[in-house]
């Protein structure tokens, strides 16, 4: 199905339909959880468009036809789905659109009427427990047509074939009928109240807030009058005809705009910009033929203008690219918003702007100040709040900076002992109004999340340094993690860009989509088009037939024409992500190897495994869960070089490079049926033969590990081969094998005296370092010790060893995991639901009162108690038990330099942690 992009598309009229009764139902049969569940998946997972679609339920058909179709329209049009619920005559949808909740309520029927959607039917929607926000309905007309024997869909509201198009209903109650109304956006109602207030009270400030810059103007039957004349105009008609009012004007009788209105002279219309300000009022006649307009009594009490706090102050910020001209202003209730003026992204570089008919510079904005004395705007009209003023005449009135801007959030300062001892004091060094915050490991400073609710979903971040000062007055809607010294971030209505660590625009924000920067490159989409830019933001244009593309490598990066995910496969594949059908560029955008290969590797060390096939959409695997997928009836793996040379022949079954090694590949010969695994050098010459039924992933001085047969069939025995010797050096045996730095190895096996599965750590001849009966030896956790395990009455207990297997503590305590530390002589004791802390002399530092305790190689440690199966409240508490702070926080993390971040319910503050004996 072709996934229109506009309304337009959307509602096209379809031609020539020829359809039977059966083509086309009457009514809409819901989707079965099955097929829920297959829609969700889908849409998650895949980006692969299908272009033809038919079912044998039409029925259910339509219904999948209508719901695919209009959440694409959803999106189109600005509208976020959160999550979507099919009820029995109806779909919902709670969405968010410009920082409102909406749920949209869609029907749908095929040729028939659906006569059910009236305002009366609609008013029960609001009642439901799945509705949050406010109620929208869509009745949808599902136009099926059969073309060349293949089903295409079209959906729209209106039956009219020159006006196909979607239009949203809201129920409504108008003197007691409950009726449809269309009014598609529930912040238009807002603009509504608050022109109707602005032009009764003459109030220019708040027609500031509202009307648009870009010569607004108001259609009369008199004639056109613009900007300033606009202004005057509303003056005008409120003084000689009076208040203006809420009204309902509808032209079928069923459904309803509302409109305001001015008695004894007509009512309005208005459109809106992007920016959702009214750029254009239309009068009307109350005889307006076909018209029918519906005078109400509604009241319309707009106090957004009446709580307007007093602006005091004002500070701008230095110019960043997408906010040339911003400014912090402050309000005598303690409120901080950023405002930013509204000039053109093609403005925006240009040493001299010109906005509103007056001219702006760096200077010019430099120079804002507060006029705390009420000044008119024109002559006639109520004088305005304080406002901002500059050296230019230009002034912008405190309501309309208050109004149109965003509050500005950064740390506050203070100074504050939290907890103070003989050896260490604890103080909060800063605070701030945010949700959570998190040290970028390469920069060491602050990603802070300013709204939202985790930091990849729906939020808005910023960056701060570890002394709490914001590094940039920027906010974004994407903050990615440094890599190679720059940072992806997304700006609203902008796009993604890339900043350095001083938070200033390296690569500005103008991509659709972009990745991370990998060997001095990343991947950018710009007007539909993968390229590439480089760190000074030299884009390279690979063309346009790409429909994936990966990074570079070794000055090499994967393309394919073909956008496949696992979704999209007709089968299980350990390498879906990198199905496709792929070839490779250079440095320069140019084509080196042509796309051919259905699964393809980065190049390492000068060579890219990649696999031979070919991609079919063969009907005879299609089933009702599983339609229009990719297989391949062969693979053939091999290796290239960069020049698209054959340097590993395509013999294989699988082939990969042995983890952490370059130079042997481990590779499957002989088919899945009587194949088997061997090792092989990067010209394809067999290192160890293929007789191996399976083989472990590290290579380690010729040494790997192979099993006596499928690893994940029971009782597999892992043995060890050795490539310079060529031989066996231990036949299958162990239970698990892991290479040590040294040489050594840590094998696992089962001993039938304690009849149990012990590990050991043994030489190459097999001769233990130590004896061994621990059920476990962690040899990454310590540098110098290893916690080990063992089976005590049927009990697993901890301890830790040194590397040559003396006992620093034994194994008498079942311990939590890393719950041990030789340095304080600390171990957290499993109690039952609780843990207790501790010393090596069994003495109780802490009794079980807390769910966990972690972090004991800090100067304190983090306590936590569970809320919930998926919640936990953090605390500190000293070594020797003494609570810091109480688990009352939803983080806890420590930074560098003993800063500590705390987050909870009241937002963000630093701490300081300062070690006396450092003094």
Not at 121 to 128: G, I, N
Not at 277 to 284: E, F, L, P, S
Not at 876 to 903: A, M, Q, R, W
Request: glycine residues 8%.
């Amino acid at each position: 199905m072709k996934q229109y992009k506009s309304t337009e598309a959307l509602g096209r009229a379809m031609e020539d339909i020829q359809v039977s009764i059966n083509d086309t139902p009457y009514s809409v049969k819901p989707m079965t959880s099955e097929d829920r569940q297959i829609e969700i998946m889908r849409s998650m997972w895949t980006s692969q468009k299908y272009e033809d679609e038919e079912s044998g339920d039409s029925e259910i058909y339509i219904w999948r036809q209508a719901d695919k179709l209009f959440k694409e329209w959803l999106k189109s049009n600005g509208y976020y789905v959160i999550e979507s619920q099919v009820f029995d005559d109806c779909i919902g949808y709670n969405c968010s659109f410009n920082n409102h909740n909406y749920t949209v309520y869609m029907y749908a029927y095929g040729k028939g009427e659906n006569n059910i959607i009236t305002g009366e039917y609609c008013a029960k929607l609001d009642e439901r427990d799945f509705t949050k926000g406010f109620v929208l309905i869509v009745n949808l007309m599902v136009e099926r047509s059969i073309v060349e024997g293949k089903a295409r869909y079209s959906i729209y509201t209106s039956k009219d074939a020159d006006n196909r198009r979607i239009e949203l209903l809201h129920p409504h109650k108008l003197d007691g009928k409950n009726i449809l109304l269309f009014f598609p956006q529930e912040d238009m109602f807002e603009i509504m109240e608050k022109l109707i207030y602005a032009v009764n009270n003459e109030s220019l400030d708040a027609l500031s807030c509202i009307i648009s810059k870009n010569s607004p103007v108001y259609k009369e039957y008199g004639g056109n009058y613009y900007n300033d004349a606009f202004y005057y105009s509303m003056v005008r008609i409120h003084r000689e005809h009076g208040d203006m009012a809420l009204g309902y004007v509808t032209y079928n009788g069923i459904v309803y705009s509302m409109a305001p209105y001015i008695d004894n002279f007509g009512w309005f219309d208005f459109s809106v910009d992007n920016k959702r300000k009214i750029c254009i009022i239309n009068n009307h006649s109350f005889y307006e033929e076909g018209a029918i307009f519906v005078k109400s009594d509604e009241e319309i009490s707009c106090d957004t203008f009446e709580g307007i706090p007093v602006l005091v102050s004002v500070e701008t910020f230095p110019a960043v690219l997408s906010e040339r001209f911003a400014l912090k202003a402050f309000f005598d209730n303690g409120e901080v918003i950023k405002y930013v003026l509204p000039i053109s992204r093609e403005d925006e570089e240009e040493e001299v702007i010109s906005y509103c008919r007056h001219v702006f510079t760096d200077g010019i904005w430099k120079s804002a100040f507060v006029n705390n004395t009420p000044e008119a705007w024109y002559r006639g009209f109520n004088d305005c709040l304080p406002c901002v003023c500059f050296k230019n005449g230009f002034l912008i009135s405190g309501m309309q900076i208050y109004e149109d801007g965003v509050i500005y959030s950064e740390p506050v300062s203070c100074e504050e002992v939290v907890y103070e001892d003989e050896e260490i004091c604890v103080r909060k060094v800063w605070t701030w109004d945010a949700v959570n915050m998190y040290q970028d490991e390469e920069t060491n400073t602050l990603d802070v999340l300013l709204r939202g609710e985790a930091f990849n979903c729906n939020r808005i971040s910023t960056i701060a340094s570890i002394d709490g000062k914001r590094v940039c007055s920027l906010d974004f809607v994407h903050l990615g993690s440094t890599q190679e010294g720059l940072r992806k971030v997304g700006v609203r209505e902008r796009g993604y860009g890339f900043i350095n660590s001083e938070g200033q625009f390296a690569i500005p924000p103008v991509y659709e989509k972009a990745n991370d920067f990998d060997e001095g490159y990343a991947a950018v989409k710009k007007k539909g088009q993968w390229i590439f830019i480089d760190k000074n933001g030299r884009e390279i244009s690979i063309g346009s037939k790409y429909q994936d593309i990966g990074h570079f490598s070794e000055e090499m990066c994967r393309v394919s024409t073909l956008k496949l995910s696992s979704m999209d496969l007709a089968y299980y594949s350990d390498y879906a992500e990198i199905a496709g059908i792929w070839g490779y560029v250079n440095e320069d955008g140019y084509q080196i190897i042509p796309p051919q290969y259905i699964y393809a590797e980065d190049f390492n060390n000068g060579i890219a495994i990649v696999c031979k096939g070919e991609w079919t959409k063969d009907p005879k695997w299609d089933n009702e869960y599983n339609k229009g997928r990719y297989w391949t009836e062969q693979e053939l793996w091999g290796g290239i070089d960069k020049n698209g040379n054959e340097v590993i022949p395509f013999i294989f079954d699988e082939l990969q490079f042995m983890w952490e090694d370059n130079e042997v590949l481990m590779a499957h010969i002989g088919g899945w049926e009587c194949g088997h695994w061997g090792v092989i050098d990067r010209t394809g010459k067999w290192l160890a033969e293929p007789v191996f039924e399976d083989i472990g992933y590290v290579y380690a001085n010729g040494l790997f590990a192979f099993y006596n047969r499928d690893r994940y069939e029971p009782d597999a025995l892992i043995g060890i081969f050795d490539i310079n010797q060529n031989k066996v050096i231990f036949e299958p045996q162990f239970l698990d094998v892991d290479f040590m730095d040294d040489g050594d190895l840590k094998v696992k096996l089962f001993d039938r005296t304690l009849n149990r599965a012990v590990e050991k750590i043994i030489d190459l001849d097999g001769k233990e370092r130590f004896h061994s009966e621990y059920t476990t030896i962690s040899t990454y956790r310590y540098e110098d010790e290893w916690e080990v395990t063992s089976e005590v009455d049927g009990v697993s207990k901890s301890g830790l060893i040194d590397h040559d297997g003396n006992v620093i503590f034994p194994c008498k305590y079942d311990i939590e995991w890393g719950g041990i530390s030789s340095k304080s002589k600390r171990i957290v004791v499993n109690s039952g639901d609780k843990v207790s802390l501790l010393d090596f002399d069994g003495n109780v530092i802490i009794p079980a009162k807390y769910d966990k305790i972690s972090g004991m190689d800090k100067p304190l440690y983090t306590v936590s108690n569970s809320i919930d199966e998926y919640r936990d409240l953090a605390g500190l508490v000293t070594p020797d038990g003494i609570e810091v702070l109480p688990p009352e926080f939803e983080h806890i993390s420590f930074c560098k330099g003993n800063y500590i971040i705390c987050v909870d319910k009241a937002g963000c503050a630093m701490l300081k942690l300062v070690l006396k004996s450092d003094k």
